[in-house]
């Protein structure tokens, strides 16, 4: 029987490329960390303690800031707020759901959502929920906002917008999803008229936000090859929007894409496998492909500036961006920083033996990173 999702969350050390007798050989292995010259020094500011973590699933419940707070949650419903200068718990509740979600904060709300289907609006003021909405099924990807909805994207391929007011379901869209994806969705990107949204089987629609009726849709990336894991071509990042009105798209076993984001029109591609969300940096985009290799790239042809290829295999996260560097956890629990002009590794430190999967939140030279057990590191850049 064909398993509903490949579950690749493991960054590349679960996408298999044979095996030997009962050995199976991961296709990037991790190559083992060398000496450099630090030029970067990471200080630890302060530490807490986030419930149990994410879990065994390592569920992506990435933390969020706003202004002063930074929020977090553990899979078993744990929400708590924390100070972003000292670390000071200012309030935690347990939520009595099974949080699956990265976390979204904003004008004075935090929303998540359950592997139940249940997407919550809570108080950034005290933790209390103001509202429960179902969605069809469960969420992975963090719920985003403009300034009337939340539109939040489900593993089944709907797309849910709510009243951010209320709750209350405006309007849903469906598309059609592959026997097998990657573990996961992407997360749409939103702002106020549409809604830009990628999917498993290789497409990326907008949508029109007052009805959820498509404008344009456009495949970024074709089926190809004979088994299932080659024929995967999800586009699971989040699409990139920049100022001037271009989106940035990566898909997996397919192309990086840049479009123009009215009519969706191609204006450049070039073949990049990646399930990761891009960061765009001026005329830089910075690209983690599924080997690991980081990418600096000429955002308006799509030229390589440069590559490191230091941290293959590694199951490093999506990048964050700090003070000048790229910043990248590890399946091992390092952290590590690289030069954004000119790619070299200047930091690296260990935060926690148990791994980090999820993406570190970044405010200027500040850095919180939330291991896989549930340690909330938080670093300064010197």
């Known amino acids: 029987m064909t398993p509903r999702f490949l579950i690749a969350a493991m960054a590349g050390l679960a996408l298999l490329a044979g095996c030997a007798g009962n050995k199976v050989e991961p296709q990037y292995p991790p190559k ?10 990471l200080s630890s500011a302060w530490s807490q303690r986030v419930g149990r973590g994410l879990g065994r699933a390592a569920y992506p419940i990435a933390p969020a800031r706003d202004g002063d707070t930074l929020f977090a949650a553990d899979e078993r419903g744990r929400l708590a707020a924390f100070d972003a200068d000292d670390g000071d718990r ?10 699956s979600s990265a976390l979204t904060a904003v004008a004075g709300d935090v929303y998540l959502a359950t592997r139940n289907g249940e997407v919550l609006a809570v108080s950034q003021r005290d933790g209390s929920v103001r509202w429960r909405a179902r969605v069809p099924s469960e969420v992975l990807a963090a719920p985003q906002p403009n300034q009337q909805l939340l539109v939040v994207q489900s593993v089944d391929g709907s797309v849910t917008a709510l009243d951010r007011a209320s709750g209350d379901e405006r309007w849903t869209y469906t598309a059609n999803r592959p026997s097998l994806t990657l573990r996961g969705t992407g997360t749409p990107t939103v702002i106020d008229p549409v ?9 990326l629609v907008t949508l029109d936000n007052r009805s959820g009726q498509p404008l344009w849709e456009r495949r970024i990336a074709v089926a190809q090859g004979r088994s299932d894991i080659d024929r995967l071509v ?42 990761h969300t891009p960061v765009l940096v001026g005329d830089f985009l910075f690209v983690v492909d599924e080997a690991g290799h980081v990418f600096a790239l000429d955002a308006n042809s799509g030229s390589e500036i440069w590559r490191n290829t230091a941290l293959e295999g590694r199951a490093i996260t999506a990048p964050a961006f700090a003070a000048g560097n790229l910043v990248f956890g590890d399946f091992e629990g390092y952290l590590h920083l690289i ?44």
């Open 32 to 41: 083992a960390l060398v000496s450099f010259e630090e030029r970067a020094e």
């Open 90 to 99: 200012r309030w935690q509740v347990d939520l009595e759901v099974p949080v």
């Open 195 to 203: 809604t830009f949204a990628g999917f498993a089987n290789g497409r």
């Open 234 to 275: 999800d586009l699971a990042g989040q699409p990139v929007l920049a100022p001037d009105g271009r989106l940035f798209v990566t898909s997996f076993n397919g192309r990086l894409a840049a479009l123009e984001a009215t009519r969706g029109e191609p204006l450049w591609d070039r073949e990049l496998s990646s399930y």
């Open 339 to 382: 030069d954004a002009r000119g790619g070299e590794l200047v930091g690296r430190t260990r935060v926690d033996r148990s791994g980090i999967s999820v993406r570190p939140v970044t405010e200027g030279n500040r850095i919180h990173v939330l291991a896989n057990d549930g340690s909330l590191e938080t670093l300064d850049i010197q």
